[in-house]
């Protein structure tokens, strides 16, 4: 019933920039944090961003910050992620997390890859 789509993501030169969709569906999204998190080949999956239901207070990972937004749109219950200024090392396949609540399980979408050439 939970369904989150990741959409967005492709081949964008460095020092471009690229804006990944999350949307969701078949939960109260104005009551769960969102979070982004990435994974590339050969490496361990990693923290990008979080945003909780109010839309303040945001997180990102030290690598990310000053060059991704992270906002949400609960009329659409969709998140954003605005990615600017990419580099190479930001290739990876991008995925959308619905964090549950107390009690309750994680969602996660499929993910959208993010290719970033120099």
Known sequence: ??????S????VQAGGSLRLSCAVSGIT?????ISW???????QREFVATIPPSGR??????????????SRDNDKNTVYLEMNNL?????AVYS????GTTGRPDFWGQG?????SS
């Open 29 to 33: 999204f104005g009551v769960n944090a």
């Open 112 to 116: 959208t890859q993010v290719t970033v």
């Open 8 to 11: 967005g993501g492709g081949l």
């Open 1 to 6: 019933q939970v369904q989150v789509v990741e």
């Open 57 to 70: 207070n945001v997180g990102y990972a030290e690598s990310v910050k000053g060059r991704f937004t992270i």
């Open 96 to 99: 959308c997390v619905v964090v």
């Open 87 to 91: 580099k190479r090392e930001d290739t």
């Open 37 to 43: 998190y990435r994974q590339s080949p050969g490496k």
